[in-house]
T-cell receptor, first 114, second 109 residues
């Protein structure tokens, strides 16, 4: 149990375009979902927290207009990177939490902006 | 914010060896989790252990909350144990995790 999927696993886009990443909890209802960013050989940095049906809460320094987060249902959250630039290239990971305190992580999405 | 320090940063083991990874945190926490990130980037839940001791196969973990540290033990290491091990803590009752910098483990055959 506690499986989280992400799609796509890898995406390459041109500078200036937008990219949407989906995060789904497959076998449980996720009241809270999280989005992280990880740079090579670095730890995970929390970007934002989203609760189903409400606006996401962004961490300090994260541009909410650039990283749009939607948590429309108890099993789906999306992260849209708008007007992507090369510095947005990174590994993006989502996690989901249900009734227990544990977080379960998706497999990640590697974004490359050319 | 809370500081989470993991040691050592890198660990090279011969297959079959035992090892201990440490996680220190600077303030009291509600929850603590250990993860293994495999070479493809997937984080795998190892333990949810805000206090006490747990074992799962060759892995075990102990958290001493009053002294603000947790230990992860790997026994009879295998090459598949290679990867980065992260400790993450939740300080307040808000589900947010703060991650340590990780310990990169390389197990050689």
């Amino acid at each position: 149990g506690a499986v989280v999927s992400q799609h796509p696993s890898r995406v390459i886009c041109k500078s200036g375009t937008s990219v949407k990443i989906e995060c789904r909890s497959l076998d449980f209802q996720a009241t809270t979902m999280f989005w992280y960013r990880q740079f090579p050989k670095k730890s995970l940095m929390l970007m934002a927290t989203s609760n189903e049906g409400s606006k996401a809460t962004y961490e300090q320094g994260v541009e909410k207009d650039k990283f749009l987060i939607n948590h429309a249902s108890l099993t789906l959250s999306t992260l849209t990177v708008t007007s992507a630039h090369p510095e947005d290239s990174s590994f993006y990971i989502c996690s989901a939490s249900g009734s227990r305190y544990e977080q379960y992580f998706g497999p990640g999405t590697r974004l490359t902006v050319t | 914010g809370i500081q989470v320090e993991q040691s050592p940063p890198d660990l090279i083991l011969q297959e079959g060896a035992n090892s201990t990874l440490r996680c220190n945190f600077s303030d009291s926490v509600n929850n603590l989790q250990w993860f293994h990130q495999n070479p493809w980037g997937q984080l795998i839940n190892l333990f949810y252990i805000p206090s006490g001791t747990k074992q799962n196969g060759r892995l075990s973990a102990t958290t001493v909350a009053t002294e603000r540290y947790s230990l992860l033990y790997i026994s009879s290491s295998q090459t598949t144990d290679s990867g980065v091990y992260f400790c993450a803590v939740e300080q307040f009752d808000d589900y947010k995790l703060s991650f340590g910098a990780g310990t990169t483990v390389t197990v050689r055959a």
